[in-house]
Structures are given as structure tokens and as C-alpha cells.
């Protein structure tokens, strides 16, 4: 099946720095990547959708100027967490899916925990 | 809008036992997947079916079988003879547009 890998899987950054997560489809071409926010003992709450090329889509209440978003290419997205804060501690998990045509299934990566001190 | 809803929060059973999960999937499309994820403490989701929506046959996967029913908007998920490495979290899930959304989820616990 298809792979979707994250990095890093663990990431400890200190209140008010910025850390990019990255998301990558290893051996196939994703068009559309999701991203998705999971606290403790929750389940998984879409933050945002991506389409290779375009700005990203926020579910609402995300706020777009935290959670930057970049899918530059058919094979990577990243999400930046600028001025973290305690709060946005939390498990992030990528999925990604290719075109309609192509790969349509959603593949989900297996996640990053931040940790905000 | 869709709505997936999983009303146990969390089941706890003996070794061996049947256990059954529940889901219920609100649309207002006809067409729509539906999905079972499992989550262990390490948090990769692990996928286990994918159902779409005109399909009602009911599945089964060794210990694993699934059931839709179109009727009743359920897609309950049954594991048989259940065993401890089963315990964890299970998330349904469903897809009427372009994305999946989750349901609460449901911790189960397997005691020896």
C-alpha cells in the first residue's frame, strides 16, 4: 500500500519558537494532503486540506496564521506551528491522497506529538 | 454536514469475549465510505476496512466482521474471541465529500 511518513515523531520546542513538521508520500503523488490535530484521549480533528499548488482550506476555529500550511510539491507538505504555546501540545497527523484517477485512497501518516514547555 | 458518532466511550471485557462497537454516520449524500481505524498507545492509525456506501453485505476478517445497514446509518464492528493485543482505541470514520472525519472513539480494554 501506499506510504506517508512524517518528521519528526517527536518534537520538544520551547513556548514561543515555530517548528515545521513535515509530510511526505513516499511512492505516490498527492495531490491532497489533510491535516489533523489530536489531544489527549480525543479523537482526530481535521485542521486543514491542501490541494498541491494552492493555499489551504481551514476547518473553522484553526487559525491559518498559526497553523501555516505549504504543499509546494506532489510529495511533501509541511505544517508550521509559529509562537507555540502549552496549548498547542498535541499529536498531528498527516494523511495524503492522489488524484481521482490515480491513488484516490487517504493514507495517514503515523503522526508527530509536540510538546510545548 | 456529516456526523459520526460512537457512543461508548470506552468497553472493557474478559479474554475471549465478543465485543461489538458501535457507529452510527449522519449525511445527507447517498453516497459516502465508511471506516474503522484502530489506534494503539503508539498512535499510528491502523486501517482495517473501508465500506462505501451501496455495499451491505456484511464482511468478515478472521476474527474481525462488520456490519452496515443503510436503514439505520450503523457500521458496527465485532471482534470475536477478543484477545488483549486487541486492546486500544477504535475511531469510525466516514467520507461524503473529500475528507474524513472521525467519530470520538472507543477505548477497549481486554483483560486476561
Known amino acids: 500500500g501506499a506510504v506517508v511518513s512524517q518528521h519528526p515523531s517527536r518534537v520538544i520546542c520551547k513556548s514561543g519558537t515555530s517548528v515545521k513538521i513535515e509530510c511526505r508520500s513516499l511512492?505516490?503523488?498527492?495531490?491532497?494532503m489533510f491535516w489533523y490535530r489530536q489531544f489527549p484521549k480525543q479523537s482526530l480533528m481535521l485542521m486543514a486540506t491542501?490541494?498541491?499548488?494552492?493555499?489551504?482550506?481551514?476547518e473553522q476555529g484553526v487559525e491559518k496564521d498559526k497553523f501555516l500550511i505549504n504543499h509546494a510539491s506532489l510529495t511533501l507538505s509541511t505544517l508550521t506551528v509559529t509562537s507555540a504555546h502549552p496549548e498547542d501540545s498535541s499529536f498531528y497527523i498527516c494523511?495524503?491522497?492522489?488524484?481521482?484517477?490515480?491513488?484516490?485512497?487517504?493514507?495517514f501518516g503515523p503522526g508527530t506529538r509536540l510538546t510545548v514547555t | 454536514a456529516q456526523k459520526v458518532t460512537q457512543a461508548q466511550t470506552e468497553i472493557s471485557v474478559v479474554e475471549k469475549e465478543d465485543v461489538t462497537l458501535d457507529c452510527v454516520y449522519e449525511?445527507?449524500?447517498?453516497?459516502?465510505?465508511l471506516f474503522w481505524y484502530k489506534q494503539p498507545p503508539s498512535g499510528e492509525l491502523v486501517f482495517l476496512i473501508r465500506?462505501?456506501?451501496?455495499?451491505?453485505q456484511n464482511e468478515i476478517s478472521g476474527r474481525y466482521s462488520w456490519n452496515f445497514q443503510k436503514s439505520t446509518s450503523s457500521f458496527n464492528f465485532t471482534i470475536t474471541a477478543s484477545q488483549v493485543v486487541d486492546s486500544a482505541v477504535y475511531f469510525c470514520?466516514?467520507?461524503?465529500?473529500?475528507?474524513?472525519?472521525f467519530g470520538s472513539g472507543t477505548r477497549l480494554s481486554i483483560r486476561p
Open positions: 494523511s495524503a491522497r492522489g488524484p481521482p484517477r490515480g491513488i484516490y485512497e487517504q493514507y
Open positions: 511512492d505516490f503523488q498527492a495531490t491532497t
Open positions: 491542501s490541494n498541491e499548488g494552492s493555499k489551504a482550506t481551514y
Open positions: 449525511t445527507r449524500d447517498t453516497t459516502y465510505y
Open positions: 465500506r462505501n456506501s451501496f455495499d451491505e
Open positions: 470514520a466516514g467520507r461524503s465529500a473529500s475528507k474524513i472525519i
